[in-house]
């Protein structure tokens, strides 16, 4: 009897686990790309894009920034593990040529939903003007402050093709952050209808957001008596373009870039014809050069952040834009 009771309970149990198997491999989910907790998984490139899908996913997404805070995100390396990750997640926000390392991982193991921004944000060819200089540009064949080389450079960092045909930074301005607010909006629409009003609810708010912020932009620069500004490296063409003003870059599009003696006397000369009170440094650039530039030329230093990596925890996109603009409009003497 206790045999036999032995081989009615064993029966009984695989009988019932083979049930709730089946059960479980039948039932249809209802949740779609998401991960455990039933957020979506998201993988951002850098900093604004992060910025981006955390305000417009809300509490429906979980971000992670491919490029931690603080580093710089030009000459990303991507570990194995990484890039694992990257193609486990529910979706990308990226923008295709800016990081090698992202480009070629996505290349390899896309995650299901991949949201390249830059079809949004009209990026801007380089050495098309001053404000968006080609990385070979040369001291001896620009003249105040404008670009006529020809070709662009491309730069290898440890091993990754470092593409810089187009200007990148086009999170600098606040219109064109909008419109890839938008993109985002959407395509985590796609990503996810169960949440889809709620995607495109925020990103409206967010683009209307970023349009206000850049409106104020252009009502804080229209007056300045001083129309030319010069920034550690050539991150600011789309600002520049946005307010009129012209800037010039120490180092060009990638801050590893170094000037040359010629390239950094031409720019003093700049400084002096424009009447430039400030040279302007970044957190994650050796201010070295900046500050010797400034100490030779009588005039102060101060930081205009190209927002790569958030550097300061406390402070958001919107609120280091806000400090660039106060800081622009200060040392430009805009009225």
Same mark, same amino acid.
């Given at each position: 009897m206790i045999l036999m009771s032995k081989r009615f309970l064993a029966a009984a149990c695989a009988a019932a686990t083979a049930l709730a198997l089946s059960a479980c491999s039948s039932a249809p989910s209802s949740e779609g790309n998401a991960s455990k907790d039933g957020t979506l998984t998201v993988m951002a490139s850098f900093y604004p894009l992060q910025y981006l899908a955390e305000k417009i996913g809300g509490e429906h997404v979980t971000v992670t920034s491919l490029t931690p805070a603080g580093a710089e995100p030009h000459d990303l390396e991507l570990s194995p593990k990484t890039v694992d990750a990257l193609a486990s997640a529910d979706a990308v926000v990226y923008l295709a040529g800016f990081q090698a390392a992202v480009d070629e991982a996505i290349e390899q193991q896309a995650p299901t939903t991949v949201i390249d921004v830059s079809p949004a944000v009209e990026l801007v060819e380089a050495n098309s003007s001053a404000n968006h200089p080609s990385e070979d540009e040369d001291a001896d064949e620009a003249q105040s402050g404008e670009s006529t080389t020809e070709e662009h450079a491309d730069h290898d960092h440890e091993g990754h093709h470092h593409d810089m045909s187009t200007d990148p930074h086009f999170w600098l301005d606040p219109v064109r952050m909008a419109s890839a607010a938008t993109l985002v909006g959407d395509k985590l629409a796609e990503a996810d209808p169960a949440n889809a009003d709620t995607y495109k609810a925020n990103a409206q708010a967010l683009n209307e957001e970023l349009s206000a912020l850049g409106d104020d932009l252009v009502a804080k620069t229209a007056t300045c008596q001083i129309k030319t500004f010069v920034t550690a490296h050539t991150a600011f063409g789309y600002l520049a373009d946005r307010t009129g003003l012209t800037q010039v870059g120490i180092s060009g599009l990638d801050p590893d870039s170094s000037p040359s003696p010629a390239r950094l006397a031409e720019i003093g000369q700049i400084a002096k014809d424009q009447g430039v009170t400030t040279i302007f440094t970044e957190a994650l650039i050796d201010p070295k050069v900046a500050q010797t530039l400034a100490? =030779? #030329?009588? !005039? @102060? %230093? &101060?930081? #205009? =952040?190209? !927002?790569? @990596?958030? %550097?300061? @925890? @406390? *402070?958001?996109?919107? &609120?280091?834009? *806000?400090?660039?603009i106060n800081a622009l409009s200060t040392a430009n003497n805009c009225q």
């Amino acid at each position: 009897m206790i045999l036999m009771s032995k081989r009615f309970l064993a029966a009984a149990c695989a009988a019932a686990t083979a049930l709730a198997l089946s059960a479980c491999s039948s039932a249809p989910s209802s949740e779609g790309n998401a991960s455990k907790d039933g957020t979506l998984t998201v993988m951002a490139s850098f900093y604004p894009l992060q910025y981006l899908a955390e305000k417009i996913g809300g509490e429906h997404v979980t971000v992670t920034s491919l490029t931690p805070a603080g580093a710089e995100p030009h000459d990303l390396e991507l570990s194995p593990k990484t890039v694992d990750a990257l193609a486990s997640a529910d979706a990308v926000v990226y923008l295709a040529g800016f990081q090698a390392a992202v480009d070629e991982a996505i290349e390899q193991q896309a995650p299901t939903t991949v949201i390249d921004v830059s079809p949004a944000v009209e990026l801007v060819e380089a050495n098309s003007s001053a404000n968006h200089p080609s990385e070979d540009e040369d001291a001896d064949e620009a003249q105040s402050g404008e670009s006529t080389t020809e070709e662009h450079a491309d730069h290898d960092h440890e091993g990754h093709h470092h593409d810089m045909s187009t200007d990148p930074h086009f999170w600098l301005d606040p219109v064109r952050m909008a419109s890839a607010a938008t993109l985002v909006g959407d395509k985590l629409a796609e990503a996810d209808p169960a949440n889809a009003d709620t995607y495109k609810a925020n990103a409206q708010a967010l683009n209307e957001e970023l349009s206000a912020l850049g409106d104020d932009l252009v009502a804080k620069t229209a007056t300045c008596q001083i129309k030319t500004f010069v920034t550690a490296h050539t991150a600011f063409g789309y600002l520049a373009d946005r307010t009129g003003l012209t800037q010039v870059g120490i180092s060009g599009l990638d801050p590893d870039s170094s000037p040359s003696p010629a390239r950094l006397a031409e720019i003093g000369q700049i400084a002096k014809d424009q009447g430039v009170t400030t040279i302007f440094t970044e957190a994650l650039i050796d201010p070295k050069v900046a500050q010797t530039l400034a100490d =030779d #030329l009588g !005039i @102060s %230093t &101060a930081v #205009l =952040d190209p !927002i790569e @990596s958030q %550097t300061d @925890s @406390s *402070k958001d996109y919107v &609120a280091v834009m *806000k400090d660039n603009i106060n800081a622009l409009s200060t040392a430009n003497n805009c009225q």
